[in-house]
Protein backbone atom coordinates (compact mmCIF):
# COMPACT_ATOMS: atom_id res chain seq x y z
CA UNK A 1 0.00 0.00 0.00
CA UNK A 2 0.83 3.42 -0.79
CA UNK A 3 -0.18 7.32 -0.10
CA UNK A 4 0.16 9.39 -3.20
CA UNK A 5 -0.11 13.25 -3.18
CA UNK A 6 -1.80 14.97 -6.32
CA UNK A 7 -2.63 18.26 -6.79
CA UNK A 8 -1.10 21.80 -8.31
CA UNK A 9 2.46 22.69 -7.23
CA UNK A 10 1.98 25.61 -4.51
CA UNK A 11 -0.66 22.98 -2.56
CA UNK A 12 1.91 21.62 -0.22
CA UNK A 13 2.59 18.15 -1.53
CA UNK A 14 6.13 17.75 -0.69
CA UNK A 15 6.43 18.85 2.95
CA UNK A 16 3.12 16.97 3.89
CA UNK A 17 4.55 13.52 2.08
CA UNK A 18 7.59 14.21 4.54
CA UNK A 19 5.65 14.50 7.54
CA UNK A 20 3.25 11.48 6.45
CA UNK A 21 6.20 9.45 5.17
CA UNK A 22 8.16 10.72 9.07
CA UNK A 23 5.39 9.83 10.87
CA UNK A 24 4.53 5.95 9.19
CA UNK A 25 7.91 5.45 9.09
CA UNK A 26 7.62 4.80 5.45
CA UNK A 27 9.74 6.22 2.14
CA UNK A 28 9.19 9.31 1.00
CA UNK A 29 9.92 9.51 -2.94
CA UNK A 30 9.55 12.91 -5.35
CA UNK A 31 8.60 11.93 -8.67
CA UNK A 32 10.28 14.86 -9.97
CA UNK A 33 13.31 14.32 -8.09
CA UNK A 34 13.35 10.91 -9.37
CA UNK A 35 13.14 12.30 -13.39
CA UNK A 36 15.42 14.76 -12.15
CA UNK A 37 18.10 12.06 -10.41
CA UNK A 38 17.41 9.85 -14.09
CA UNK A 39 18.03 12.48 -16.18
CA UNK A 40 21.02 14.52 -14.33
CA UNK A 41 19.12 17.25 -15.54
CA UNK A 42 17.18 19.90 -13.75
CA UNK A 43 13.91 20.21 -14.95
CA UNK A 44 13.90 23.57 -17.13
CA UNK A 45 17.05 21.70 -18.59
CA UNK A 46 14.75 18.72 -19.55
CA UNK A 47 12.24 20.67 -20.79
CA UNK A 48 14.50 23.29 -23.07
CA UNK A 49 16.50 20.05 -24.66
CA UNK A 50 13.46 17.75 -25.14
CA UNK A 51 10.36 19.36 -24.43
CA UNK A 52 7.58 18.15 -22.34
CA UNK A 53 6.36 15.25 -24.01
CA UNK A 54 9.74 13.84 -23.20
CA UNK A 55 9.44 15.28 -19.24
CA UNK A 56 5.81 13.15 -19.18
CA UNK A 57 7.40 10.00 -20.81
CA UNK A 58 10.52 9.99 -18.25
CA UNK A 59 7.49 10.61 -15.35
CA UNK A 60 5.23 7.90 -17.06
CA UNK A 61 8.51 5.57 -16.37
CA UNK A 62 9.24 6.44 -12.53
CA UNK A 63 5.23 6.02 -12.09
CA UNK A 64 5.63 2.36 -13.36
CA UNK A 65 8.41 1.61 -11.79
CA UNK A 66 6.94 2.91 -8.35
CA UNK A 67 2.89 1.39 -8.93
CA UNK A 68 3.76 -2.18 -7.04
CA UNK A 69 6.09 -0.72 -4.18
CA UNK A 70 4.62 -1.20 -0.45
CA UNK A 71 5.23 1.40 2.31
CA UNK A 72 5.59 4.49 -0.08
CA UNK A 73 4.56 8.01 0.17
CA UNK A 74 4.51 9.72 -3.51
CA UNK A 75 4.48 12.91 -4.01
CA UNK A 76 4.07 13.36 -7.73
CA UNK A 77 4.42 16.70 -9.93
CA UNK A 78 0.98 18.47 -10.78
CA UNK A 79 1.00 17.07 -14.09
CA UNK A 80 0.96 13.65 -13.42
CA UNK A 81 -2.78 13.23 -14.15
CA UNK A 82 -2.69 14.37 -17.62
CA UNK A 83 -1.57 10.80 -18.79
CA UNK A 84 -4.28 8.07 -17.56
CA UNK A 85 -1.56 5.67 -17.86
CA UNK A 86 0.15 7.39 -14.83
CA UNK A 87 -2.94 6.71 -12.60
CA UNK A 88 -4.05 3.73 -13.89
CA UNK A 89 -0.51 2.55 -12.46
CA UNK A 90 -0.21 4.11 -9.18
CA UNK A 91 -4.18 3.90 -7.92
CA UNK A 92 -4.46 -0.05 -7.51
CA UNK A 93 -2.23 0.29 -4.84
CA UNK A 94 -2.88 3.19 -3.35
CA UNK A 95 -4.99 5.79 -1.38
CA UNK A 96 -4.61 8.83 -3.66
CA UNK A 97 -5.20 12.34 -2.01
CA UNK A 98 -5.59 15.52 -4.07
CA UNK A 99 -4.31 18.37 -1.93
CA UNK A 100 -6.39 21.47 -3.42
CA UNK A 101 -5.91 25.21 -2.76
CA UNK A 102 -7.28 28.53 -4.49
CA UNK A 103 -5.57 30.18 -6.91
CA UNK A 104 -4.22 33.45 -4.14
CA UNK A 105 -2.56 30.78 -1.98
CA UNK A 106 -1.52 29.10 -5.06
CA UNK A 107 0.45 32.05 -6.55
CA UNK A 108 1.83 33.19 -3.18
CA UNK A 109 3.41 30.05 -2.93
CA UNK A 110 4.79 29.78 -6.22
CA UNK A 111 5.70 33.10 -6.92
CA UNK A 112 9.53 32.40 -6.65
CA UNK A 113 9.75 29.06 -8.05
CA UNK A 114 12.55 28.97 -10.46
CA UNK A 115 12.19 25.28 -11.03
CA UNK A 116 9.66 24.84 -13.67
CA UNK A 117 9.04 26.59 -16.88
CA UNK A 118 6.18 27.81 -18.06
CA UNK A 119 3.63 25.51 -19.26
CA UNK A 120 1.49 28.32 -21.38
CA UNK A 121 2.81 30.81 -23.63
CA UNK A 122 1.93 34.61 -23.70
CA UNK A 123 0.14 33.99 -20.71
CA UNK A 124 0.46 35.68 -17.09
CA UNK A 125 1.63 33.88 -14.43
CA UNK A 126 -1.99 34.42 -12.80
CA UNK A 127 -3.80 33.42 -16.14
CA UNK A 128 -1.83 30.26 -16.16
CA UNK A 129 -2.68 28.95 -12.96
CA UNK A 130 -6.43 29.81 -14.02
CA UNK A 131 -5.49 27.52 -17.30
CA UNK A 132 -3.72 24.77 -16.18
CA UNK A 133 -6.31 24.02 -13.18
CA UNK A 134 -9.34 24.31 -15.51
CA UNK A 135 -7.71 21.78 -17.64
CA UNK A 136 -6.44 19.78 -14.63
CA UNK A 137 -9.00 19.99 -12.01
CA UNK A 138 -11.64 17.03 -13.30
CA UNK A 139 -8.54 15.02 -13.69
CA UNK A 140 -7.82 15.28 -10.55
CA UNK A 141 -11.01 14.73 -8.99
CA UNK A 142 -11.03 11.51 -11.20
CA UNK A 143 -7.86 10.17 -9.63
CA UNK A 144 -8.58 10.61 -6.14
CA UNK A 145 -9.52 9.07 -3.27
CA UNK A 146 -10.29 12.12 -0.62
CA UNK A 147 -9.80 16.08 -1.57
CA UNK A 148 -7.71 17.92 1.13
CA UNK A 149 -8.22 22.19 0.94
CA UNK A 150 -4.76 23.28 2.02
CA UNK A 151 -6.12 26.61 2.09
CA UNK A 152 -4.68 28.58 5.24
CA UNK A 153 -3.56 25.59 6.83
CA UNK A 154 -0.58 23.97 8.60
CA UNK A 155 1.34 20.93 6.71
CA UNK A 156 0.94 19.03 9.88
CA UNK A 157 -3.03 19.49 9.60
CA UNK A 158 -2.73 18.57 6.28
CA UNK A 159 -0.68 15.75 7.14
CA UNK A 160 -2.79 14.69 10.06
CA UNK A 161 -5.83 14.33 7.80
CA UNK A 162 -4.63 12.06 5.88
CA UNK A 163 -3.32 9.72 8.23
CA UNK A 164 -6.56 9.70 9.93
CA UNK A 165 -8.18 9.07 6.38
CA UNK A 166 -5.26 6.50 5.67
CA UNK A 167 -6.07 4.22 9.17
CA UNK A 168 -9.62 4.50 8.91
CA UNK A 169 -10.40 0.62 7.35
CA UNK A 170 -13.79 2.51 6.50
CA UNK A 171 -12.43 4.92 4.18
Known sequence: MMIVLIGSRGTGKSTVATIVGEHLGW???????????????????IVKQFGWDHFRTLESEVCQSLATSDHLVIDTGGGVIIRKENVRALKPNAKVFWLTANISTISQRIGGDTQRPSLTEGKTFIQEIEEVLEQRNPLYQAAADFVINTDGRS????????????????S
Open 155 to 170: TQAIADEILAHFSDPV
Open 27 to 45: QTVSIDGEIVRLAQLSIPE
